[in-house]
């Protein structure tokens, strides 16, 4: 295995224990919220699920540049893994999202705007990967999905910014000093626990999605498959 893809393991590693030992400080050590009490404590995953959710998106806009830009087929297959992963926190941060509703609001859902921009933005890249799927031909493949993909990161600022445009039932945005030291500490290591292994996660399905383009390799002179598989 070379340095390259024994430091992408360890980097994920890293991210599952420091996810790991945050959740431990907001479960057991973190004192309750002050309003919410024990139903606060699901904001050690929600936040950072949200944050890194809409980092993402941000990430995957510069990769379809860039895959318009380049035209390459490695520029296509990191947005192919980008985009799956963004829609897997979008919906994770919406079901989180709910499951704090229910005791907070007495509902999962209601159409508050914060909600409902973030219901599009998952659709929205939903309808790339949907794109995807419908269109063979891997060029065009390539340059509609980054089309879209720019298209659909134009929702992300609404989501980010709803709660100060819009009256809302969704909390403000907290700064640090609204929080408790272990409090702080354990969002931390959760953030960056998070967004070390979402790395892990889009580095190797963005590998796999370029293990399954032969004819685009042999056309740009890459290495062959069976040599990334070697070193993977």
Known sequence: MSSRFAIEHIA?????????????????????????????????????????????????????????????????????GAVEVSTLLIAMMLVQGSIWAKPTWGVYWDWD???????????SFIGVLALRTFIEDPMRRASWSAVATIIAFANVPIVYFSVRWWRT??????????????????????????????????TRRARLAWLTRPRAMAAEGAPAASDLVAGG
């Open 113 to 123: 705007p914060r909600l409902t921009s973030s219901a599009i933005l998952m659709a």
């Open 12 to 80: 994920g590693l890293l991210g599952l224990g420091l996810f790991a030992y945050g959740s431990y400080l907001g479960l057991a050590v973190a004192p309750p919220e002050r309003f919410m009490g024990d139903v606060g404590r699901i904001f050690y995953v929600h936040v950072p699920t949200a944050t890194v959710g809409l980092l993402l998106p941000a990430v995957a806009c510069l990769i379809a540049v860039g895959s318009l830009v380049r035209d390459a087929g490695k520029w296509d297959a990191a947005l192919e």
């Open 169 to 202: 039932l969704h909390q403000d945005f907290t700064g640090g000093r609204d929080l408790e030291d272990t409090m702080g500490t354990a969002f931390a290591f959760n953030w960056f626990g998070l967004a070390l292994m979402v790395t892990w996660v889009v």
